[in-house]
């Protein structure tokens, strides 16, 4: 019952919302993703000057 109750509540969000929201997760997934290929990278340049 209480699912049914929920599932009343929510609305659909309009196409503004729904890119807004999606450009944040691209960003944080790109971001994340920036910052490991950097790490990575720093850490293969300083085992190959060994």
């Given at each position: 019952m209480n699912?049914?109750?929920t599932i009343k509540?929510?609305?659909k969000?309009?196409?503004e919302?729904?890119?807004q929201?999606?450009?944040l997760?691209?960003?944080g997934i790109a971001t994340i993703g920036t910052i490991g290929?950097?790490?990575?990278?720093i850490?293969?340049?300083l085992t190959f000057g060994r």
């Open positions: 699912m049914k109750n509540l929510t609305k969000s309009d196409k919302v729904y890119m929201h999606l450009r997760v691209l960003f290929f950097g790490i990575q990278f850490f293969s340049v």
